[in-house]
C-alpha cells in the first residue's frame, strides 16, 4: 500500500521547495494514529507548508500586479491610467493625472499581502494623493485621500476622478500586463527600479505629446534617443503657423543627448524634416552660446508685429535699429528684463533676430 500511495501525483500549481514540502507531507502515511512520530512529523509538515503557502501567495500578489490598469470615474468620459512596477515589496511607476492634467510618478510604494499602498504628487506641488488598494481578480478596489499644501491650489471641481465630487473609491480593471517600454528582470533592486520608473513615467509623457510630434518620430525625422524632449520648460511645446503656409507648426524643446546642449526642434506640418534652433546645431544662428539657445520664457508674436532689430540681416530687410515687421508668426525667446531675441522664416529657413538688449 505504501508504494501505490507513494505513485500518486502532486496536482499543483506551485513549484520550487513548496511542492517538494507537498510531496513529502503526501507521501507520510495519513492513517498512523496521532500518537505516532510519523503522524508527528506530518502534522509539523503540514503547519510548515501551510505558512510556505501564504508566502508563496503574498509572492505571487507582489509580482503579479506589474502592469497597465485603467480607471473610469462616474460618470464616464475621463480614462485614467495607472502603470505598476514591482521590486520585491517596492511599488514603482506612474499615473496619467494625480488631481492635476499631466503625468506624475509614483513614490512611498509598497504591497503586502493583497494590499498596495502608494502616493502621488501633482507636478506643481500642491496636492498629494495617498491610495490604499485591495488586489483581486484582475482588478484593484482603491480607496484614496486627497491632501493640499498650505497656500496651494485646491483639486479642481471639474477633475472628476480626484475633483471634491469625486468619490474616494474606484476600481481599476488591468488592460495588459505589458509596462510600456520597461526592460528589466521583475527583482531589479532599488537603483534599477528608479532607471525603470523613470523610463516609464517618460514612456507615460509620451503617450500625451503633440500629434505631430509623434507623427515625426514615427516617420523617422524626428529621433526620441538623439534630441529627447526638454520637459522642464512650461509649456515646453507651442503651435503655430512658422512658415506661413496656412497650416499648424510645431515648436518644442529638446537636449542633444551628445553634447547636453539645449534648443528648440521645430516639425511643419509638411513634416519634411526637423529644423534644429540650438541643441549643438548653428546653422539658423545664437543669441549667446553657439549651439544652444536657451530662455527664460517664450510665446508666439503674432503676424503683422512690428519690433526694432539689433542685427542686420539683409537677405531678409532686417536693418540694425530700424523697425521690422514680420509678415508670419515668428517665435519670441526672453531673458527677462535683459534681452529678446527670435527666430523667423524667411527665404526657405530661419534667421535669428536680436529685438531687445
Not at 526592460?183 to 520608473?197: D, F, H, I, M, P
Not at 524632449?229 to 509649456?235: A, G, K, Q, T
Not at 522664416?345 to 531687445?356: C, E, F, K, L, Q
Amino acid at each position: 500500500m505504501d508504494g501505490e500511495y507513494n505513485r500518486r501525483p502532486i496536482r499543483s500549481a506551485i513549484s520550487g521547495p513548496v511542492a517538494c514540502l507537498a510531496q513529502e507531507v503526501a507521501r507520510v502515511k495519513p492513517w498512523l494514529p496521532y500518537t505516532s512520530q510519523v503522524d508527528k512529523r506530518r502534522r509539523n509538515l503540514n503547519y510548515v507548508l501551510a505558512f510556505l503557502l501564504a508566502v508563496s501567495a503574498s509572492a505571487s500578489a507582489q509580482t503579479g500586479v506589474e502592469g497597465t490598469w485603467q480607471a473610469q470615474p462616474p460618470p464616464p468620459g475621463q480614462t485614467w491610467t495607472m502603470v505598476l512596477i514591482v521590486d520585491g515589496a517596492t511599488v514603482g511607476g506612474s499615473v496619467t493625472s494625480c488631481g492635476s492634467t499631466r503625468v506624475s510618478q509614483i513614490y512611498d510604494g509598497s504591497i503586502a499581502g493583497n494590499t498596495i499602498m502608494f502616493k502621488c504628487k501633482s507636478p506643481d506641488g500642491d496636492r498629494t494623493l495617498a491610495f490604499t488598494g485591495r488586489i483581486g481578480n484582475e482588478e484593484i478596489a482603491f480607496t484614496y485621500q486627497g491632501q493640499v499644501r498650505d497656500g496651494g491650489t485646491p483639486f479642481f471641481l471639474a477633475d472628476k476622478m480626484f475633483g471634491p465630487t469625486a468619490p474616494p473609491q474606484f476600481t481599476a480593471k488591468r488592460v495588459s500586463k505589458a509596462v510600456p517600454l520597461i526592460n528589466g528582470t521583475q527583482q531589479a533592486g532599488a537603483a534599477e527600479l528608479k532607471r525603470r520608473a523613470n523610463e516609464q513615467y517618460e514612456a507615460l509623457l509620451q503617450l500625451i505629446d503633440p500629434d505631430l510630434l509623434k507623427r515625426a518620430a514615427e516617420k523617422g525625422i524626428y529621433k526620441r534617443e538623439d534630441y529627447p524632449v526638454l520637459r522642464s520648460m512650461n509649456p515646453f511645446f507651442i503651435r503655430g503657423d512658422f512658415n506661413g503656409d496656412g497650416k499648424t507648426d510645431l515648436a518644442f524643446w529638446v537636449t542633444q543627448r551628445s553634447s547636453g546642449l539645449t534648443g528648440v526642434a521645430v516639425i511643419h506640418s509638411t513634416l519634411d524634416k526637423v529644423y534644429y534652433l540650438g541643441a549643438g546645431h548653428d546653422e539658423y544662428g545664437h543669441f549667446e552660446k553657439p549651439g544652444e539657445v536657451s530662455a527664460d520664457a517664450w510665446t508666439v508674436l503674432p503676424v503683422g508685429t512690428v519690433s526694432g532689430a539689433f542685427n542686420t540681416i539683409p537677405a531678409i530687410g532686417a536693418i540694425a535699429e530700424r523697425p521690422f515687421t514680420f509678415r508670419r508668426e515668428t517665435l519670441e525667446f526672453d531673458w527677462l528684463g535683459k534681452a529678446s531675441f527670435v527666430y523667423y522664416w524667411a527665404n526657405g529657413r530661419y534667421w535669428m533676430i536680436v529685438t531687445g538688449d
